[in-house]
C-alpha cells in the first residue's frame, strides 16, 4: 500500500497525517539510543489534532489546571477517532495516545508534522504546538511514505528559555526533573523549590504561551474540545469526595488521570500561594487518613505554613 493512501484515510479524522515506515523509525531511536519496543506492525501512521488555547485563572475555592486537559480527555477522542478510521478496515492494528513506551515526537519529526522545538514540543506551522500527537501501527507493507514538508524551526529564539519559571530549559537541551509539568505529575513529595514553583493544578503551560509560534494559533476545531464546565476543579471536591465520587463527576477529564491525590497534593501547593487557610481542617483530616507516604509528607510542610495565615 502507498503511505498516500493510507493517510487519506485518516485525513478525514486528523489535522496532520503522516505514514512511515516503522524500520526508519527504529532506526532513528536507535541513533539516538533511545530503549522503546520493538513495533508491533512495519507501517507506521503518525497523527496530529489541533486543540484551543484557553486561560483561567484559580480563584478562592476552585483552581486550573493546564489548559490541554480542557473539554474531553483528549486519550479518549484520538483513541477513538483511530478506531473509528480502521474498524471498516481488513488489516490488523495498534494504536498509542501520549501514555505508552514509544516516542510519539520522534515519529512526528520523522513523518514531517512539525519541528522539534527548544521547548521540546512539536511545533506545526498552522498549528503550532498546539496539537496533540497519536501513533498507530498498520499490518500493511509500504510500498512509499508520506511524509509532511517541515521548512522551519527555532533558530536563534530562545523565549521559552528565558520564561521557563524552573530553569529547565537550555540551548544544551532540557532536564526533566526540574520541569513543573513532569514534577506536578510525579507521585513523590515535593521539595521547598518545587513547592514554591508550582502554579497549576496540573501540568505547566509557561513554555507555549510564551513561544512566538504560537501566536494566533489555537482556535478550537473539533467539538470534543468545548468546554465542559469542569476546566475549574472545586477545592471541596479534592478534599471532600472520595476517588469513586471524584472520578465520576471529573473522570472524563484529561487531568484526572494520574489520580485525585496527585492533584490533591498540587492544590496545597496553589493554596499556599494564595495564603488561604480556609481548607486547614480538611487537609489535616486528609494527613490522618491518606495512605500515601509522598502526599502526607508534603501536606504536613504546606499545613504548618497554612497555619500561620488562620489569624491574619
Known amino acids: 500500500m502507498k503511505g498516500q493512501t493510507l493517510a487519506e484515510l485518516f485525513e478525514r479524522s486528523f489535522d ?48 486550573v489546571p493546564s ?54 514540543l512539536i511545533i506545526n506551522e498552522i498549528y503550532g504546538s498546539y496539537i496533540f500527537l497519536a501513533i498507530a501501527f498498520v499490518d500493511v507493507s509500504l510500498e512509499s511514505e508520506h511524509i509532511l514538508g517541515v521548512n522551519d524551526g527555532c533558530g536563534g529564539c530562545s523565549v521559552c528559555i528565558k520564561a521557563c519559571p524552573a530553569n529547565a530549559l537550555s540551548e544544551q537541551g532540557y532536564e526533566q526533573e526540574r520541569c513543573i509539568s513532569h514534577f506536578n505529575q510525579s ?26 509560534k504560537n501566536k494566533e494559533k489555537g482556535k478550537l476545531t473539533h467539538p470534543e474540545f468545548k468546554s465542559s464546565g469542569k476546566e475549574k476543579v472545586a477545592v471541596d471536591d479534592l478534599f471532600k469526595l472520595s476517588n469513586s465520587a471524584f472520578n465520576d463527576k471529573y473522570g472524563d477529564m484529561a487531568y484526572a488521570w494520574r489520580g485525585k491525590t496527585i492533584l490533591m497534593r498540587n492544590a496545597l501547593t496553589l493554596l499556599l500561594k494564595q495564603k488561604n487557610p480556609q481548607y486547614n481542617d480538611l487537609i489535616e483530616q486528609s494527613i490522618k487518613t491518606h495512605q500515601a507516604s509522598w ?18
Open 187 to 212: 507521585k513523590q513529595p515535593l521539595t521547598d523549590r518545587e513547592i514554591r514553583l508550582n502554579h497549576s493544578l496540573f501540568g505547566c503551560d509557561v513554555c507555549q504561551v510564551v513561544c512566538p
Open 16 to 63: 496532520l497525517v503522516g505514514v512511515i515506515r516503522a524500520d526508519r523509525y527504529m532506526s532513528e531511536a536507535a541513533k539516538s539510543q533511545k530503549a522503546i519496543p520493538n513495533p508491533p506492525y512495519p507501517a507506521m501512521v503518525v497523527l496530529g489534532l489541533a486543540y484551543p488555547k484557553r486561560e483561567l485563572n484559580h480563584s478562592k475555592t476552585h483552581l
Open 67 to 120: 489548559f490541554y486537559t480542557f473539554g474531553n480527555d483528549y486519550h479518549l477522542i484520538l483513541h477513538n477517532r483511530i478506531d473509528n478510521v480502521m474498524k471498516d478496515l481488513p488489516y490488523a492494528y495498534w494504536a498509542g495516545v501520549d501514555n505508552h513506551q514509544h516516542d510519539e515526537r520522534l515519529a512526528a519529526r520523522l513523518a514531517g508534522l512539525g519541528f522539534f522545538g527548544k521547548n521540546q
Open 295 to 312: 502526599y502526607v509528607k508534603t501536606a504536613k510542610k504546606i499545613l504548618r505554613k497554612l497555619r500561620t495565615y488562620e489569624k491574619l
